[in-house]
């Protein structure tokens, strides 16, 4: 029998760990790469190894959905290569992995990759923003239940979605003084009522509880509200916030109101990381109800024959969504190698296919919900920096609009938008928006920015030492001498 | 119907420098851009290096170094293709448009292409490059002011960075920087505001001929009629000159390419190895190039590649090891067999006019070329004889390639001043003479016993300073001379 | 809304770590900005940092803004700090050793170029 070319799987989330139990139940090897120090993904992201919590900090309810799933991992992990605190930099010539780890960086010539890279905040710009003890509400949540620090004393939280609910909970519990939370629009989670739809997943459950608790906890909910500026010398001391227009969410000015506050928590909805994919030529389309996303066919493969693309990194679903994505990838991906028969994936498919089938309306409910509305637009003043990287502030992109930029690109050569360390991910998508909005044109016209590999960091040193992961070791492992494996 | 005097077909650098120089000659021109991926001139490094292209550095000299490595040339041929005279003193002219271009561009577009007097170092690792360096030292066919010679202390001082790991480098002065996309931003926006009609994100299908002349191109979109037509398409040029029943010896010729983060000032001139070139620009990132590789229109890049020019950038400047890259890329050149550009009209087709085939040093050339393309347009004489640059017979059969019979060099002939210490009397004189005159390669002398000194001239391509030196020592007299002595000195 | 003149309340203690219900394993020294600090095995050095109540992590080079923690999750590169001697090390990414010598970094930092 030919031997089978390990399953390549980026990223340690929900999505990947699903990928990757699948595989090791099919007898496929799998290698899977991820940057942080442990598995888990940005929703059961972990504490240090050494660190020992009380149970209470681990019943949340994420972390109980997660319990399955973990000690579904837990069974498999050892037959995992799972090289950790390790960044896949790019994907070369379709199928070419390159990674890079303390110093070093390798290449794996791999037959078939599943990219379950995860998503992040969508950035909104407004006056202050970029101030320290501005953060976003994933990276509050996350910071939090691994770090076990308060990033701030007094906080505002502001954005859409039922993450801000559980962010402020999650404050409140470890003494953080919240102060609101500002949602920008009316969603339907908020009625306490769910439709049909939202009942059947277990997430409306959550989302109930969380509001109880948030009652509970007295922290005030204000719809309808946003943040307006954030403002301080050295970091933000106090905040001004309004309501805004239920429609577009455009700022009410008269309606401002200033407030002492040392830590901003935004969560706006999520952007997928669809670097890897654009490097290794998935093809990705625009839909106006969930923006750019990236094509693929019923069982997760992408345009790219062999190239899989699985949970929040696809599309927005949050984590059991993912998780079933990465279940069915990691099926498709051992009948695709050879170690199960169609039939046999047929059996296994049905399962998370039918589940994932009870949530596609959910999952458009969701998606539509936290969309960014252009009323936010009106936020940045002409001096707001809307490049945190490049510090290109709002009025320089409207004079390169006025010099006949007519694209993100051309947008990008005029100004430096888009070309720092963060590779566009905290100003394509608002920008792009903006432009659209402006030259009264489609995003496909306006395009994007292109990601360019490396899209982590890595160093000159660490290129230049590249080994091949198959040829020059016999066991590529034994290459990585950073992060435990767990 | 749209219609204009000329059409310019392509908007990359070459594209919109023709569009601005025919702009200021107030001809109706219409520039028509489809942004290719690999499109050259996002894709460069912006050196404008007359002097160190013309003699095979930047990548001519790392791609000599590979095709050794790879045995395609023999191992003890140190020296890399060199380019003609004429294209040094194209390249010579074009160079020097460049200070008050900067000026010009500034105030008609508005944009700044960050224009550096940066010169251009060859560092020399072993003795190889010694060899390879000291002709190029000795007969510098732009005269002694353009050229110097750093030993190791003298290159620490200046480039604190380099490696100690060296034997010397070449300084080229004159040799520069500019940014490359700012450059052609800024020629495009000037020929905007001089009228030029610019469209974007439109390709040209092809161009429409009648009865042996140019009637208009058709884009994606529309037909317009135009007197003029310049296929400035870069390494698609071939494509849109085969619509118009013309063949063009142009194709695509790749060069990989990385970028560092952004760094405070840490190299200040330009440095080409056999390795890489290095230069940083104005906003702190280090551009490290490039390979030459033949794979048709593919604009990926490949691990081996970016871990060779990694590798030859930390030899060259040890600290980048803990720099992190910033994005790798490639880029198409418009590759001719020659390396020269293909210029001007054809026969057989009115209106049809070339400006492409630029190969490696499109960016410095633009300039000139955008000139001399308005000057046949406008039916001047011309800044510079084209010929050299025409679209011949012979370089359609691709029977010249890059291994120039004739280089920069060979219509030099050197004469350098030797000072003799020792020569008491006409007996020593005699005997100087007579050695002088064993020598190879020296063709004409004069030996002043009252000046200790002998004025010599050479054919550089058979003899050296040094051995001149050598000879003479040999008779026991101590002969010396500023030129050869750093060469020596090794 | 609270009651919207609500003052920021000062924590006593200088550490801003989570006390109740968690142990934390190995404690180590950082030196940042000259200062040696406590720091946790595991502790990223923004969270090590963070602990005591410094939140401006660096200065940007062309306006001199503060910039600190905002994702937290290593994609926007704010936090980046001189780790050491080696500049633009995002701080959220980074985890503390014993000894590790940490600066803010003003601008692009400084770099040691000699070989
Ligand atoms: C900061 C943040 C916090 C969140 N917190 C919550 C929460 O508390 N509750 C909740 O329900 N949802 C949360 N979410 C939403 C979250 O996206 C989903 O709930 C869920 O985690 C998605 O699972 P996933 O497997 O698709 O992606 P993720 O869980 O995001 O996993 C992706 C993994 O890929 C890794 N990765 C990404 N790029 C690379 C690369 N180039 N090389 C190597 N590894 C890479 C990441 O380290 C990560 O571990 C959060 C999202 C973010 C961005
Ligand atoms: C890695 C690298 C480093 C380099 N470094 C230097 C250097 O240091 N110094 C130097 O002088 N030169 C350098 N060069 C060479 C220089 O970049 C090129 O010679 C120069 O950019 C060529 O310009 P161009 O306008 O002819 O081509 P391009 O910049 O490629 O422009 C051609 C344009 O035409 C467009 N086009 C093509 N077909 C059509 C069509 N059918 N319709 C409409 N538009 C079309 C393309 O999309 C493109 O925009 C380098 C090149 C590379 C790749
Ligand atoms: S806070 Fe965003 S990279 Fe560290």
């Known amino acids: 029998m030919k031997k089978i070319k390990p399953v390549v799987v980026i990223g340690a989330g929900p999505a990947g760990m699903g990928a990757a139990i699948e595989l090791v139940k099919a007898d496929v090897p799998c290698m899977m790469i991820d940057e942080a120090p442990r598995p888990g993904g940005q929703v059961y992201r972990q504490p240090p190894t050494k660190f020992q919590t009380q149970e209470k900090y681990k019943l949340n309810s994420e972390q109980k959905r997660g319990k399955d799933l973990y000690t579904q991992w837990l069974e498999v992990k050892d037959k995992v290569n799972l090289l950790s605190s390790t960044s896949v930099v790019g994907i070369w010539n379709e199928k070419e992995v390159i990674y890079s780890s303390e110093g070093i960086s390798g290449i794996i010539e791999a037959e078939q990759i599943i990219i379950a890279t995860g998503a992040y905040e969508r950035p909104v710009p407004f006056p202050g923003w970029t101030l320290p003890g501005v953060m976003t509400v994933g990276g509050v949540k996350s910071f939090i239940k691994t770090m076990f620090v308060k990033p701030g004393k007094q906080a505002v939280i502001a954005g859409t979605g039922p993450l801000l609910i559980s962010t402020a909970n999650r404050l409140h519990e470890i003494g953080v003084n919240v102060m609101a939370i500002l949602e920008a629009g009316n969603p339907p989670w908020t009625s306490g009522a769910f439709s049909k739809e939202w009942q059947e997943v277990d997430f409306a459950q959550d989302i109930a509880n969380d509001l109880e608790e948030l009652k509970g906890n007295n922290i005030p909910l204000l719809f309808n509200h946003t943040i307006f500026e954030a403002h301080g010398k050295s970091e933000v001391t106090s905040v001004t916030y309004g309501e805004v227009d239920a429609k577009d969410w455009k700022p009410l000015n008269d309606t401002k109101r200033t407030i002492n506050a040392d830590l901003v928590a935004l969560g706006f909805g999520f952007v997928s990381n669809t670097e890897l994919s654009m490097l290794a030529g998935c093809r990705h389309d625009f839909h106006p109800g969930i923006g750019w996303y990236i094509v693929r066919n019923e069982m997760m493969e992408t345009t790219v024959p062999g190239i899989f693309s699985v949970g929040d990194g696809a599309l927005i679903g949050g984590a059991i969504i993912a998780e079933q994505e990465g279940r069915i990838a990691g099926i498709k991906a051992a009948q695709n190698a050879g170690a199960i028969t169609a039939g046999d994936a047929e059996k296994y498919f049905e399962k998370h296919l039918s589940r994932l089938h009870s949530f596609k309306s959910f999952r458009i409910s969701i998606n539509e919900a936290t969309a960014m509305r252009k009323g936010l637009l009106y936020l940045p003043k002409v001096e707001t920096l809307v490049c945190r990287c490049e510090e290109v502030v709002f009025s320089d992109v409207n004079t390169a609009i006025k010099e006949g930029a007519g694209d993100l690109q051309s947008v990008k050569l005029l100004t430096r938008l888009g070309m720092g360390p963060c590779q566009g991910r905290n100003c394509a998508s608002s920008m792009g928006m903006y432009l659209c909005e402006t030259l009264k044109k489609t995003p496909e016209q306006i395009g994007r920015i292109n990601s360019r590999p490396p899209v982590k960091p890595v160093t000159l040193g660490a290129l230049a030492k590249m080994i091949n992961a198959e040829e020059e070791l016999s066991n590529p492992f034994d290459a990585i001498t950073a992060g435990g494996r767990i | 119907m749209k219609n204009a005097d000329v059409i310019v077909v392509g908007g990359g650098v070459i594209g919109c420098a023709v569009a601005y120089y025919i702009a200021k000659k107030g001809i109706p021109v219409m520039l028509v851009d489809e942004p290719k991926r690999g499109r050259a001139t996002s894709a460069s490094a912006g050196g404008l290096w007359p002097l160190g292209e013309s003699i095979g550095l930047g990548c001519g000299v790392i791609f000599h170094k590979a095709m050794i490595e790879k045995g395609l040339i023999p191992p003890d041929s140190h020296v890399p293709p060199q380019l003609p005279k004429t294209f040094l003193d194209f390249a010579i002219q074009s160079n020097a448009m460049f200070p008050s271009l900067a000026i010009e561009l500034r105030e008609t577009s508005g944009i700044d292409f960050e224009y550096e007097e940066t010169s251009l170092l060859f560092l020399m690792y072993d003795e190889g490059d010694v060899a390879f360096a000291k002709p190029l030292y000795a007969n510098c066919p732009c005269g002694r002011s353009r050229i110097d010679w750093l030993t190791p202390n003298e290159l620490r001082k200046v480039e604190p960075a380099i490696t100690h790991n060296v034997l010397g480098a070449l300084r080229f002065n004159g040799d520069n920087q500019v940014n490359p996309y700012a450059l052609s931003d800024s020629f495009r926006e000037a020929a905007r505001k001089l009228g030029a009609q610019i469209i974007t994100h439109t390709e040209v299908k092809g161009i429409k001929v009648s009865s042996g002349r140019i009637t208009g191109v058709e884009t994606t979109t529309e037909f317009i009629g135009c007197k003029y037509v310049v296929n400035a398409a870069g390494a698609w040029a071939a494509q849109i000159a085969k619509t118009a029943g013309i063949e063009l010896p142009v194709y695509p010729v790749r060069g990989q390419i990385v970028g560092t983060e952004a760094l405070p000032d840490i190299i200040s001139a330009c440095i080409s190895t056999n390795d890489c070139y290095l230069a940083q620009k104005k906003h702190g990132e280090i551009i490290i190039g490039s390979t030459t590789e033949e794979v048709g229109f593919n604009v990926g890049v490949t691990p081996s590649a970016i871990k060779e020019l990694t590798a030859g950038a930390i030899r060259a400047v040890p600290f980048l090891e803990w720099v992190k890259v910033k994005r790798v890329w490639s880029g198409l050149r418009p590759g001719t067999a020659d390396e020269m550009p293909i210029l001007g009209s054809v026969s057989g087709l009115e209106g049809y006019i070339n400006a492409c085939g630029h190969f490696r040093t499109g960016i410095l050339n633009s300039p000139l070329t955008g000139l001399l393309i308005s000057e046949i347009i406008n039916g001047e004489k011309l800044s510079i004889p084209i010929e050299p640059f025409l679209l011949s017979d012979e370089r359609l059969n691709g029977s010249i390639t890059s291994n120039h019979k004739v280089s920069v060099f060979s219509q030099e002939q050197q004469t350098i001043i030797i000072s003799i210490k020792g020569m008491t009397c006409e007996g020593c004189v005699t005997n100087v003479k007579k050695t002088l005159n064993s020598l190879q390669g020296v063709t004409k002398f004069e030996v002043s016993l009252g000046d200790h000194q002998a004025k010599i001239s050479y054919n550089a391509k058979e003899i050296l300073p040094d051995t001149v030196i050598a000879a003479i020592d040999e008779l026991g007299y101590k002969a010396h001379s500023p030129l050869a002595a750093k060469c020596i000195g090794l | ?115």
């Open chain 3, 1 to 115: 809304m609270k009651d919207t003149n609500h003052t920021i309340k000062t924590i006593s203690s200088n550490d801003y770590r989570i006390q109740e219900g968690i142990a934390r394993g190995t404690e180590i020294e950082i030196i940042v900005d000259g200062k040696s600090i406590k720091a946790y095995e595991g502790e990223s050095v923004a969270a090590s940092i963070l602990a005591t109540g410094k939140r401006s992590l660096r200065t940007t080079s062309k306006s001199y803004e503060p910039r600190g923690l905002y994702c937290a999750i290593g994609i926007c590169f704010d936090c980046v700090m001189t780790i050491d001697n080696i500049p633009n090390i995002r701080a959220c990414q980074t985890f503390v050793r014993n000894g590790m010598i940490i600066e803010t970094q003003q601008g692009e930092g400084k770099w040691r170029v000699e070989p």
